[in-house]
């Protein structure tokens, strides 16, 4: 279900419109209200180097019965990679799709480097009733040579390194002053299990605050 077409009359919108009271999305053509799963998503962000893809692969199956794990830069295509409005088109399309995973009644847990400038500013926000943002970062030093020390085809070139070691220290100094705050994890030197284990914690923390989902009664067909 394409939260942006109108199930009744096939209009296709720019951005979404819903009452969050309800919830329900409501076509701005036909007025057509249908009824909408506004459940909160998960971001497990960070640098590169800092362990995201590792822990991923390992939270698929520790949250199975529960959410659904995805990487976000399996999106990262062509098409998908206009830099322009903080890559708004690729943050757009993992919203949408993030918001009809949502449909089957379980939460997303998106694995990839965003920032809440990057979702909280765009339309697709409506869609759900929140979004947590856990941050993994990593001492300077120790992230460099995570990175040095990647496979050739990947290019991590000394002035990449450098710019995703500014990006680290900037998520580790500003992380509480963003809008929504992000949490951090700092995964210098801790095994991969045991930070598996503190998202887990935080998963589990942030859903009991987040409360019951938000889920429209029945509505009528008109």
């Known amino acids: ?8 009359c096939g209009a296709l919108a720019e951005t979404p419109h819903v009452e969050p009271r309800r919830p329900v999305l409501v076509c701005c053509t036909c007025g057509h209200r249908q009824r909408f799963r506004r459940l909160p998503l998960w971001c497990v962000t960070g640098p590169s180097g800092t362990g995201k893809s590792t822990v991923s692969r390992l939270l698929v199956e520790r949250l199975d019965d529960r959410f659904v794990v995805m ?10 990679q206009d830099p322009r409005g903080n890559h708004r088109a690729f943050r757009s399309a993992w919203l949408r799709m993030a918001a009809m995973i949502h449909q089957s009644g379980r939460s997303v847990v998106l694995c990839g480097t965003v920032v ?10 409506s869609l759900f009733s929140d979004i947590h943002y856990l941050a993994l970062v990593c001492e300077p030093e120790v992230l460099a040579a995570r990175l040095r020390a990647r496979p050739a085809w990947r290019e ?3 002035p990449r390194i450098a710019e995703t ?4 220290g900037w998520i580790r100094a500003s992380a509480g002053d963003m809008s929504p705050p992000m949490s951090l994890v700092d995964t210098t030197h801790e095994p991969v ?5 503190r998202v887990c914690g935080w998963l589990d923390g942030s859903a009991g605050e987040a409360g019951a989902p938000e889920e429209a009664p029945a509505l009528e067909e008109r």
């Open 165 to 168: 070691v500014e990006f680290n």
């Open 193 to 197: 299990s045991a930070t598996v284990e």
């Open 156 to 158: 991590w070139s000394e």
């Open 1 to 8: 279900m394409n939260p942006l077409i109108c199930a009744h």
């Open 116 to 125: 809440p400038p990057e979702f909280e500013s765009l339309g697709e926000r």
């Open 71 to 80: 990487e976000q830069d399996v999106l990262w295509l062509p098409g998908l």
